[in-house]
T-cell receptor, first 112, second 113 residues
Framework: DQQVKQNSPSLSVQEGRISILNCDYT??????FLWYKKYPAEGPTFLIS?????DKNEDGRFTVFLNKSAKHLSLHIVPSQPGDSAVYFC???????????FGKGTSLLVTP | DTAVSQTPKYLVTQMGNDKSIKCEQN?????MYWYKQDSKKFLKIMFS???????INETVPNRFSPKSPDKAHLNLHINSLELGDSAVYFC????????????FGPGTRLLVL
């Protein structure tokens, strides 16, 4: 049973525009959410996180929005750059669990 | 000065063999993890150790045995390798266990022939 879903396997955006990556979750016990970025043949790299007590967290060009009632979060990248092209994984966990539950990933391509 | 390192990076072996993958972190973290990314690209937790104590043991065949000689190392030994074990195995670590960011190694690509 997949508790974290990323329904868009891929996304293509022009350089300079906004990239919006979406993630839905089913477990209402999840209270900590993370986004990881992964290049081919490398491990996932932590990007940004958000606790359930917040609805927005911003770090430079990256902003994560959390809508608890909809069990939905999104990652906004603005402006998008070609170096942002990678697979983005959404992950979630609860305070009572140790492991991260990952989505299947969205492959972002930023074209010049 | 890699934070989380794994060896080997690639491993090609025959069915039935026994192999080990090593993981080391130099971040001073207390908790380490093994994840498996299968052919469908799902990343799933296998094991977790906190201060050398096993805290997560998901439904994994007992052919897989983790070993943590100290807080900085978590090795994964696999007996009697099967075709379905082919995957990418990622090691990760975190400072603690509650709302802590996990940092991943580069992965070990295992191919069982």
């Amino acid at each position: 049973d997949q508790q974290v879903k990323q329904n868009s396997p891929s996304l293509s955006v022009q350089e300079g525009r906004i990239s919006i990556l979406n993630c839905d979750y089913t477990n209402s016990m999840f209270d900590y959410f993370l986004w990881y970025k992964k290049y081919p043949a490398e491990g996932p790299t932590f990007l940004i996180s958000i606790s359930s007590i917040k609805d927005k967290n911003e770090d430079g060009r990256f902003t994560v929005f959390l809508n608890k009632s909809a069990k939905h979060l999104s990652l906004h990248i603005v402006p998008s750059q070609p170096g942002d092209s990678a697979v983005y994984f959404c992950a979630a966990r609860s305070s009572s669990g140790y492991a991260l539950n990952f989505g299947k990933g969205t492959s972002l391509l930023v074209t010049p | 000065d890699t934070a989380v390192s794994q060896t080997p990076k690639y491993l090609v072996t025959q069915m039935g063999n026994d192999k080990s993958i090593k993981c080391e972190q130099n971040l001073g973290h207390d908790t380490m993890y093994w994840y498996k990314q299968d052919s469908k690209k799902f990343l799933k937790i296998m094991f977790s150790y906190n201060n050398k104590e096993l805290i997560i043991n998901e439904t994994v065949p007992n052919r897989f045995s983790p070993k943590s000689p100290d807080k900085a190392h978590l090795n994964l030994h696999i007996n009697s390798l099967e075709l379905g074990d082919s995957a990418v195995y990622f090691c990760a670590s975190s400072l603690g266990t509650i709302q802590e960011t996990q940092y991943f190694g580069p992965g070990t690509r295992l191919l069982v022939l």
